[in-house]
Nanobody, 119 residues
């Protein structure tokens, strides 16, 4: 049974920091690309940051220079360090595990963790 369990969300003032964690079980973590997505009320889910199985990273333009994604394969955990938070970062943040491509693609999702940034 695959589980992705996010933690670390909460309420923070603008300019503050949070660190999200996603602990994975039931998958071979090291071969999966991992990502953080977010969904704000009334908006579509969007990619925030991703890290490949070999450690390559990419970020949404809106978070570049403020957020950092990392992974610890020994702990089966992916992190998202969020600094200089803005009110527009308020959303539910979801962890994603992905492997394969095309019709062989497999995706798993966590249940989400709320991040609220107050002004």
């Amino acid at each position: 049974q695959v589980q992705l369990v996010e933690s670390g969300g909460g309420l923070v003032q603008a300019g503050g920091s949070l660190r999200l964690s996603c602990a994975a079980s039931g998958i071979i973590f090291s071969i999966n690309d991992m990502g953080w997505y977010r969904q704000a009320p009334g908006k579509q889910r969007e990619l925030v940051a991703a890290i490949s199985s070999v450690g390559s990273t990419n970020y949404a333009d809106s978070v570049k220079g403020r957020f950092t994604i990392s992974r610890d394969n020994a702990k089966n955990t992916v992190y998202l360090q969020m600094n200089s938070l803005k009110t527009e970062d308020t959303a539910v943040y979801y962890c994603n595990a992905h492997r394969g491509g095309g019709r062989y693609a497999v995706d798993y999702w966590g249940q989400g963790t709320q991040v609220t940034v107050s002004s």
